[in-house]
């Protein structure tokens, strides 16, 4: 499988569509934009993870939780994201694909009562036809389907049959799920991936190492990109605002560097804008948009609902349920412990829609199954609950399972024999998400103290004493702390209304352009979790998804464009990942310009500094294959960052589409070698410039390296090539102190460990040092 993320030096200066975000809404929309023939960015926060490359041991999973407290919290960009509120708390995933890289894979329609309530925009309530085309279509690209039981070597799953157990002593509708797994090997999907069968490992939520699970990576991006979308990862948007009729989003490139020169932020143009970066990211997005001076409806913020989550166990049964995933135990044969969810007792029929919930089984993955024996024996204590009378024989059974599960793992006894339940219900969606310094966090005291919740633990004691074990509530979910939730279906902050007065987006996700009325911001749409205005009462992705292909439609249908859903394209074949070690660092480098002169660069460099015109710039240098790099004779790589030119605009420049070329042979003089600087900027006025740099490596008249190496000469011009009117010209310097910082930004790229990134990076020195020795020692030994 091929990357699908682009390096950010790839960048064009203007889209029709910006997508920010890709876990379902955003995915849905680069997908279906791209088909309409528009140009299309996609920009994620998260990194790209191919299959095998997700965290398999609790160390790796570790490198990869990133728990959002402050305003720090962005440095570690993890794939797993913690993000602590007031009352209560939001897991989601972080990294191409969204949360569906760490989700259940659950699809599951919602009940039909949900979409007929009065949250809903009435052209929504008035026209379900078309939110169940939207259901459809979503349904034809993630491919759900029941995991197969006594088929094509797939067994019937312990914890499976704990459910039907359960569901029969507590009188309630079991069935299997419709998950978005593949059961089956496929040499190519519908839009051209290669997915190996479900090996039944169990580690569906730490991310799918063999490539069965249909997160959007698999589907709806692939196809985006097959129809011509740019993908980039890693890049942070702030937020985004329009002038003259266009809009510009901000963004931070995140591990590169820049940070440590306290660079100012980058920024690209587009026709549309679409925020799916979830129901924290999108919101987050506008009120840092609005502290700028975007008017938006004073509801932003209002209405989060955590879909009703609530996590329990059903601790240490008498049945077995085989609930633990295998991590690096895992292998090409079907094991026994099955996805990470499979059946559901459905409690959603009764009379009065908000006490209706779902309550499925569930998989601890393998990453984190050593921290099971130790954390359910404490909970358990702390505050289980079962009717054991002491010294009874069940009494006995269950203390020497708990002794064989601390001695031998969680493979065997009573973790061995522990059921995990997911539930979803309907608070009351009254949350709200606040933005203060800078930070959205998200504020609802007491959440857990609602009637509901206590109707779900009375039904999660039912489950787990017909299975005769210990109901375990979630661990925050008690009077110590204060009855604190935690949900991984976080809803709402940007919801979808009739006016801005109910509402900051209409039916179709358009954002409103006021506090009051019907007008809307002409280009600027929020495709998510966040608009969806109340609890579903199950697993929200097929729900979001539907709204997301809904809305597509909609603005197909204004851009009157037909709307291609067939799977006709043929790309291009590679099994094998393309993926090779590289280099990257930053650099900072500072002088002046003027111009008024156009022919001396010295001259442009004195007459910079003496009218006050600085000149100054932060770029990143990345080579996504290192060899390549330093054995092509062009010795060229990416690179893309900032500058600052007052003499061309008040505000930073976008550098874009940069090259930088390394030593090149001069063929005229074989004693001297440049080094070559070349981007596009784009300045916020919405003028373009070419930006021409070289340093002039030769041994002439006294040691010069550091000079020769560290003095940029510079030429700006006109227009978007250096085919244009020559601006000016002037000469920029590194100086010690960021030569320093910039020695901490050199990091390799596309690494599995410590001896591939010090391969690269010594890869990349020996060549910078050898050409270096060669120009300013062997030859001033030749001379001598």
Not at 3 to 17: Q, R, V
Not at 534 to 553: D, F, M, Y
Not at 759 to 768: L, P, Q, R, S, V
Request: proline share 4%; glycine share 10%.
């Amino acid at each position: 499988m091929k990357k699908l993320s682009k390096s950010l030096a790839e960048l064009k200066g203007h889209y029709d569509f910006i997508v920010i975000g890709s876990g379902y809404g955003g995915s849905i929309a680069a997908s279906r934009m791209s088909r309409l023939g528009k140009s299309v960015c996609l920009f994620e926060k998260g990194k790209e993870f191919l299959p095998g490359q997700f965290p398999r041991t609790l160390k790796e999973a570790a490198l990869e939780m990133n728990m959002k407290r402050g305003r720090n919290s962005d440095s570690r960009n993890g794939l797993y994201e913690f993000n602590f509120g007031n009352g209560i708390n939001v897991f989601k995933g972080c990294g191409l694909g969204g949360t569906s890289l760490v989700n259940a894979n659950v699809s599951i329609k919602p009940e039909p009562r949900v979409m007929e309530q009065k949250e809903w925009p009435t052209a929504i309530k008035e026209d379900l036809g078309s939110f169940e085309e939207g259901l459809q279509r979503a349904w034809e690209m993630l491919q759900p389907n029941p995991y197969p039981e006594n088929e094509n070597g797939y067994p019937v799953l312990k914890k499976t049959e704990a459910m039907r157990i359960s569901a029969n002593r507590m009188a309630e509708e079991f069935r299997l799920l419709d998950i978005n797994v593949t059961f089956e090997n496929r040499a190519d999907n519908h839009v051209g991936i290669n997915q190996p069968k479900c090996t039944n490992c169990g580690d569906c939520v730490t991310g799918c190492n063999v490539g069965a699970k249909n997160t959007t990576a698999m589907n709806y991006l692939p196809d985006a990109y097959n129809h011509g979308a740019d993908i980039f990862t890693e890049i942070n948007v702030r937020h985004v605002e329009k002038t003259n009729g266009t809009w510009k989003v901000f963004f931070c490139p995140l591990k590169t560097g820049r940070e440590v020169f306290d660079a100012p932020e980058m920024f690209v143009y587009a026709d549309n804008v679409i925020l799916s970066a979830g129901s924290l990211g999108s919101t987050e997005i506008l009120f840092r948009s609005a502290q700028k001076g975007l008017k938006v409806s004073p509801m932003l913020g209002k209405r989060f609902t955590g879909n009703g989550d609530a996590l329990g166990f059903g601790y240490n049964n008498d049945v077995q349920i085989n609930g633990i995933g295998l991590g690096k135990r895992g292998n090409n044969h079907i094991s026994e412990v099955g996805p990470c969810i499979t059946s559901v007792i459905d409690m959603r029929n009764g009379p009065v829609l908000e006490n209706g919930m779902t309550l499925e089984e569930g998989t601890v993955p393998g990453p984190i199954r050593g921290i099971m024996p130790g954390t359910l024996l404490t909970f358990s204590r702390l505050f289980g609950l079962n009717r054991d009378r002491i010294f009874s024989d069940s009494f006995f059974k269950r203390k020497w399972r708990e002794i064989i599960s601390m001695v031998r793992g969680p493979f065997y006894g009573a973790i061995h024999h522990t059921q995990i339940y997911l539930v979803m219900t309907h608070d009351d969606g009254n949350g709200e998400m606040v933005f203060e310094n800078d930070q959205l966090k998200v504020n609802w005291e007491g959440v857990g103290k609602q009637e509901i919740f206590k109707k779900v633990e009375d039904k999660l004691l039912s489950a787990t004493r017909a299975l005769g074990g210990t109901k375990v509530p979630n661990p925050t979910w008690n009077k110590r702390m204060d009855y604190d939730l935690v949900t991984v279906h976080p809803l709402g902050g940007c919801c979808m209304a009739d006016h801005a007065g109910l509402g900051v987006t209409d039916h179709k996700g358009q954002v409103f352009s006021g506090s009051t009325g019907t007008a809307l911001h002409d280009g600027l749409y929020v495709m998510d979790g966040a608009v969806i205005p109340r609890p579903v009462g199950t697993n929200p992705l097929l729900t979001i998804s539907a709204l997301a292909e809904r809305s597509c439609k909609v603005i197909a249908e204004e851009l009157a464009i037909d709307l291609d859903y067939g799977f006709n394209i043929n790309p291009e074949k590679d099994s094998s990942p393309n993926i090779k070690p590289g280099i990257q660092f930053t650099e900072t480098m500072k002088g002046f310009f003027s111009k008024e002169e156009t022919e001396d660069y010295h001259q442009g460099f004195e007459m910079g500094k003496n009218s006050n015109s600085p000149f100054e710039f932060t770029l990143t240098i990345r080579s996504e294959d290192v060899e390549t790099f330093v054995g092509v004779s062009t010795h060229e790589a990416g690179m893309y960052g900032t500058m600052l030119a007052p003499a061309l605009s008040s505000e930073p420049l976008a550098a874009i589409r940069g090259t930088f070329n390394l030593f090149i042979e001069n063929s005229q003089d074989p004693e001297r070698k440049k080094m070559l600087y070349n981007a596009i900027l784009l300045s916020k006025e919405g003028k373009m410039y070419y930006f021409r740099g070289f340093k002039d490596v030769y041994n002439n008249k006294g040691f010069d390296v550091w000079k020769d190496t560290t003095t940029l000469f510079i030429t700006v011009y006109e227009g978007e090539s250096d085919s244009g009117k020559v601006l000016g010209k002037g000469k920029l310097i590194i100086h010690p102190a960021d030569f320093a910082k910039q020695l901490t930004t050199m990091k390799a790229l596309n690494t599995s460990n410590k001896i591939q990134s010090l391969k690269a990076i010594m890869t990349f020195g020996k060549f910078f040092g050898g050409n270096v020795f060669e120009t300013y020692f062997r030859r001033l030994g030749k001379r001598e």
